[in-house]
């Protein structure tokens, strides 16, 4: 397959597991994306549908049938996302030609560490490929972005991991925190658990309520976020991690704290916050007094970043509020396949939340 970048033919991109929550937001942006033509759309039980059954928003593509998950079906593109549940994607990826960009939104290719994988997915590791969050920091100043050049396999982070590690990742990589003592505690949105029916998940019990769930050290993006804040810098990172379902079908708000290294003032937080994200397009560390909402970023590319210092306990205080669906899977795909094609990063996304 030839990417064809310098010619005004678009770029093909197939979409397996439409019929779900990231595959549907996938295609919202891929439909308004400059570049993009939409090819193959792909399902499991809800092949030989028409997208339109399962996504009503998506009208411009609601005529599309939803084919089985095959290589097959997949062929002939310059690009295809994965947006599938864990484990599936790997043995579908190792059937589709070197050349085609592939995109996972699952956790497959993420981890560098197999006994990692293994302790927190239960599985044969599938590999590694280059990890799809443009803004991670190295302790060298140098970001992600730099590894997604020219890559044709991009492993997309998970949702509650690029709120936690945009939130963390500036005092780790000036040296600003203990990386032993990290704590996050985040609001999440039931959009986060995909479109399949799961007992916790009935409307009748989850609206009105807020339910903690995969406490005690047992989530899986545990492992993803100490390896982003390890490649930031932090030598010995340890993290407690509780995330609590909200009755709001979109949105992840982190509240991530850390112990600060005896002797940190809040101007040199403030200037550590302010300095990593000064030239990034989608991470906006807000105005001193200013608070992220989920709010703000439904819809967008965006992260919001605020950061305080709480002198009586010694310890930062961040907030980042990202939509799940966009920065937290579909944009950030966006987002890294622009990176790889040499696209502008920014092409097919925005920073505009809707309100309210
Ligand atoms: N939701 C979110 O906020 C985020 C999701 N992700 C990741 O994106 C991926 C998709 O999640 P999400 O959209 O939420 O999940 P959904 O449950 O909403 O969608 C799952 C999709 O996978 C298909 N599918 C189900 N079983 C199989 C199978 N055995 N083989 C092939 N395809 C299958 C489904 O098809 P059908 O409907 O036809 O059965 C559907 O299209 C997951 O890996 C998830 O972790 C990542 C970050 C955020
Ligand atoms: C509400 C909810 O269940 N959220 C999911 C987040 C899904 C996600 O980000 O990512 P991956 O599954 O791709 O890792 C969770 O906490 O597991």
């Known amino acids: 397959m030839i990417l064809h970048m310098t010619s005004n033919q678009p770029i093909r991109v197939a979409v397996a597991g439409a019929s779900g929550y990231a595959g549907g937001e996938t295609l919202r942006l891929l439909a308004a994306h400059p570049h993009v033509e939409v090819g193959a759309v792909t399902a499991h039980s809800n092949a030989g549908a028409r997208l339109g059954e399962l996504h009503p928003h998506l009208r411009s593509l609601a005529h599309k049938v939803l084919e089985p998950t095959t290589p097959e079906s997949l062929k002939g593109h310059d690009v295809v996302v994965l947006a599938l549940p864990h484990g599936a994607s790997g043995e579908i990826a190792a059937q589709l030609p070197e050349d085609v960009l592939v995109l996972d939104l699952g956790a497959d290719h993420r981890l560098e560490s197999a006994a990692d994988w293994e ?4 599985s044969a590791h599938a590999g590694t490929w280059p990890y799809g969050l443009p803004e991670l920091v190295r302790p060298d100043g140098t970001r992600q972005r730099a590894a997604l050049a020219g890559a044709r396999r991009v492993a997309v982070p998970g949702c509650n991991v690029t709120a936690v590690t945009l939130g963390l990742q ?23 658990a995909g479109k399949a029916l799961k007992a916790h998940l009935l409307a009748s019990e989850a609206l009105g309520s807020a339910q903690p769930y995969a406490v005690g050290g047992t989530h899986r993006h545990i492992p993803e976020i100490v390896q982003n804040l390890r490649a930031a810098g932090g030598e010995d990172v340890s993290l407690s991690f509780t995330p609590v379902l909200v009755p709001m079908s979109r949105g992840i708000l982190a509240t991530a704290t850390a112990r600060l290294v005896q002797g940190t003032t809040p101007a040199q937080v403030r200037e550590a916050w302010e300095l990593a994200y000064a030239d990034e397009p989608f991470v906006e560390v807000l105005p001193e007094g200013q608070w992220p909402t989920t709010a703000m970023t439904l819809g967008a590319n965006t992260a919001l970043v605020q950061v305080a210092v709480d002198e009586a306990a010694g310890r930062v205080v961040t907030v980042t509020a990202i939509d799940n669906l966009v920065k937290g899977t579909a944009g950030a795909a966006v987002q890294s396949m622009n990176l790889a094609l040499g696209l502008r990063e920014t092409a097919g996304l925005v920073t505009e939340g809707v309100a309210p």
């Open 119 to 122: 302790a927190f997915y239960g």
């Open 170 to 192: 500036p005092g780790v990589a000036a040296g600003l925190v203990e990386t032993r003592d990290l704590v996050a505690v985040l609001a999440v949105g039931y959009s986060g």
